[in-house]
């Protein structure tokens, strides 16, 4: 994962989750629905494991065919990342809402958007280590 994909990456947070979160506010904007649907899916089930796929498998290198054997191909980090999502969320938002943080948009908004962050911060750790 190079600079650029990071800087993609935080560009599609940042996309969709003004897409899921503003749209609700504005009743002028009911044909949106359906794309604040669409987006926040995207956001909630698949973004957060899409990244945290990065931390435990690097990407494949492709210089003369060898492979890592970390390494996983796209169609894997792709089901691999609907599966961390879908772990890893509604973790996150239920032992927050044990400790006393309100279950609503914004919370689980900004609760994935931590996940989402510290996994970027975690691969560019690994990225300056390495």
Request: charge should be positive; charged fraction near 15%.
């Amino acid at each position: 994962m190079n600079k650029t994909n990071v800087l993609a990456f935080i560009g599609l947070v940042c996309i969709l989750g003004i897409i899921s979160v503003i749209i609700p506010f504005f009743t002028s904007l009911r044909p949106l629905e359906s794309m604040r649907i669409v987006f926040g899916s995207v956001y909630v089930l698949f973004l957060p494991g899409f990244i945290m796929s990065y931390i435990f498998f690097p990407k494949k290198k492709h210089e003369h065919f060898e492979t890592d054997k970390n390494s996983i191909d796209f169609i894997e980090r792709i089901a691999l990342s609907f599966a961390l999502s879908i772990a890893v969320v509604p973790l996150a938002v239920f032992y927050l809402n044990l400790i006393g943080v309100k279950i609503n948009l914004l919370n689980s908004f900004l609760t994935i958007l931590g996940i989402i962050i510290i996994s970027l911060l975690i691969i560019g750790f690994k990225m300056r280590r390495f």
